[in-house]
């Protein structure tokens, strides 16, 4: 699934991604001074944060506005371009590290992001990582494709959100075996006084592609006011996160 993203909107309203995906590190068991891939690294944050671990951590991700950022913020750490179902690697790594960002990747081309994950890999080397599970943000995108539909656009859902035994299944192919998985229900908080409306606007750019530029807002604002009995309280707006964690090792 391929978006434009606006890496200014990302770090002003998303901040809380690369804070969750701290606890993601902890599955990490590799020893200090490990080579370990943040895949999907985004603008860096959590790059960093594993350099800070101990690691010798790397950066890759698609978008070259977020790299940009990343470069520019983390300047001491290697940042690189790439697509994570058709990237190559010159030395293989520990580990390798991804938060948010599976689930943005076609289902038919998760088998492809899975062999070139596992071809990075060492042999026993770690792949852990989280990404939307089944359910995520289900009812935020059920209210905006009512809305959509409502003005006469189309919606297209691309995300996959699958369950353990789903993606468990997708890693033995590749060559892993599952070491750990959950999938759970994360509540998550939502900066501003239109929260939902701006995660619409930075996350669901693909569904919102299907009205015109004009009704786009309107149409991220009317969805979060349908949510306001289920996902705001006490001013502030909640997403209906549901996660997938695990941790797999190559063989």
Not at 4 to 21: H, L, P, R
Not at 25 to 51: F, I, M, N
Not at 95 to 103: E, G, I, K, M, R
Request: hydrophobic share 45%; net charge negative.
């Amino acid at each position: 699934m391929n978006i434009d993203w606006d890496s200014k909107a990302y770090g002003e309203k998303c901040a809380f991604v690369g804070e969750y995906g701290k606890g993601v590190v902890d599955l990490l068991s590799v020893p200090p001074g490990a080579r370990v891939l943040d895949l999907g690294c985004g603008r860096g944050e959590l790059t960093a944060y594993l350099a800070q671990r101990g690691w010798d951590a790397e950066g890759m991700d698609a978008s070259k506005a977020q790299l940009a950022d990343a470069k520019r913020r983390f300047p001491e750490i290697v940042f690189f371009e790439g697509d994570i179902t058709s990237f190559e690697v010159e030395k293989r790594y520990d580990a390798v590290f991804s938060n948010a960002v599976l689930h943005w990747i076609d289902k038919d081309r998760q088998p492809s992001a899975l062999a070139h994950v596992r071809a990075a890999l060492k042999t026993g080397g770690e792949f852990v990582f989280e990404m939307g599970g089944k359910g995520n943000a289900a009812a935020i995108h059920a209210a905006l494709k009512e809305e959509i539909l409502a003005r006469g656009g189309t919606y297209r859902h691309d995300f996959f959100f699958p369950d353990e035994a789903e993606y468990s299944a997708l890693l033995e192919a590749a060559g892993f075996e599952v070491r750990y998985a959950s999938l759970f229900e994360r509540p998550t908080p939502l900066k501003g006084e239109d929260g939902v409306a701006d995660w619409i606007g930075v996350f669901a750019k693909n569904e919102l592609s299907g009205l015109p530029e004009g009704q786009r807002r309107a149409a991220a604002l009317a969805a979060q006011e349908r949510l306001r009995g289920a996902l705001f309280a006490d001013g502030i707006w909640t997403a209906d996160y549901v996660r997938l964690r695990m941790k797999a090792v190559a063989v």
